[in-house]
């Protein structure tokens, strides 16, 4: 079933992956960068309002936890060996003080990351976003 996005001012699209991927981080449509690209803290929007791009045919599965705690891991790990290295904390202390910010930061990373990755199954043209990718609307070749 083909996609009825609207045709854009090519100068509106992005034009590279880096305009892409910032789009979708921001949590704006990564096609136009006019409006909200989630409807909740996780869920896309069905269709773009401004350009009618179809955000539902997305498959972003596992890849944005995936990023969120490879991202985490690799932020918290100097956080837990300093905090390890501490006398004056009591050890229950400390795991509280991990969990917490391990948490946020977690819940921090996750719609940026699914956002990008959204971002880029577009503009790669992957899982049914093939004839509309970033590249062939921007007559890139």
């Known amino acids: ?12 699209l992005p034009h590279s992956a880096g305009s892409a991927l910032r789009r979708g981080i921001t949590g ?8 909200h690209l989630f409807a909740k803290l ?5 269709r773009c309002r401004m350009c009618g791009q179809n955000w539902s045919i997305h498959s972003a599965d596992d ?6 705690i ?31 910010l391990a948490a946020s930061l977690i819940a921090a990373i996750l719609q940026p990351a699914k956002g990008a990755v ?11 976003f093939a004839g509309h990718s970033g590249k062939a ?3 890139v070749a």
Not at 3 to 9: G, H, S, V
Not at 42 to 46: A, F, I, N
Not at 118 to 128: D, E, K, R, T, Y
């Open 137 to 139: 609307e921007a007559g």
């Open 42 to 46: 996780l869920k896309p929007v069905e």
């Open 1 to 12: 079933m083909p996609d009825a996005a609207l045709p854009l001012d090519p100068a509106i």
């Open 28 to 35: 704006k449509c990564p096609r136009c960068g006019g409006t």
């Open 118 to 128: 959204i971002a880029l199954q577009w503009w790669l043209g992957l899982q049914g």
């Open 70 to 100: 490879l991202l985490t891991g690799h932020l918290m790990a100097p956080v837990i060996i300093l905090l390890g290295q501490s006398e004056a904390l009591p050890q229950w202390a400390i795991m509280a003080i991990v969990l917490v």
């Open 63 to 68: 890849f944005p936890p995936y990023i969120a």
